[in-house]
């Protein structure tokens, strides 16, 4: 039971009817509330506080786990912005000297050599283009003996279909 007592005073009350001998007797005990209830409200506060320090750590561990995620692919984007300008160097370079010899040949200067280091396309085609040249150089000095009156030369061909050896023939 919940009320006041004779000063006025918010109390719990429990009553419990007694039966002592042919008398009845009544057992009344009564607890001041604030007193009963001091303890519940030490572990509510508690429970509060606890409540809002998991939420204060919950959303810090937020923050964290973004700043960490950001701080990944920060680190990656970088990492990947390496590792791409490497890697269009590695392409782009072996581009740019074949295309410097193509220039060279067209303009008519046989005398450059092309390296090719490995076995992909580039190479491939740097190749062919140093074996191009070597077939250009042969026929220049062809031509060269020809100019000198030398017919005794013999025209070796690059191929069936090689129309400027075969014009010397």
């Given at each position: 039971l919940q009320g006041q007592n004779y000063l006025g005073q918010e109390v719990i009350a429990a009553y419990a009817p007694l039966q002592i001998l042919d008398l009845n007797w009544a057992l009344i005990v009564e607890?001041?509330?604030?007193?009963?209830?001091?303890a519940l409200d030490v572990v509510s506060e508690r429970t509060r506080n606890l409540?809002?320090?998991?939420?204060?750590?919950k959303q810090d561990s937020v923050k964290t786990?973004?700043?960490?995620?950001a701080v990944?692919?920060?680190?990656?984007?970088?990492?990947?912005?390496?590792v791409s300008l490497w890697i269009s160097r590695a392409v782009v370079a072996p581009i740019n000297?074949?295309?410097?010899?193509?220039?060279?040949?067209?303009?008519?200067?046989?005398?450059?050599?092309?390296?090719?280091?490995?076995n992909d396309e580039i190479s491939g085609m740097q190749r062919s283009l140093q074996g191009m040249v070597e077939s250009l150089q042969a026929k220049a000095?062809?031509?060269s003996r020809i100019s000198r009156q030398d017919l005794t030369t013999d025209v070796a061909l690059a191929s069936e279909h090689d129309s400027l050896g075969n014009a010397f023939r």
């Open positions: 607890k001041n509330l604030a007193e009963s209830t001091a409540s809002e320090m998991i939420a204060q750590a786990a973004l700043y960490a995620a990944v692919v920060l680190v990656f984007g970088v990492l990947g912005s390496f000297r074949t295309q410097k010899a193509l220039n060279q040949v067209a303009l008519g200067d046989l005398d450059l050599s092309i390296q090719s280091k490995g000095e062809l031509a």
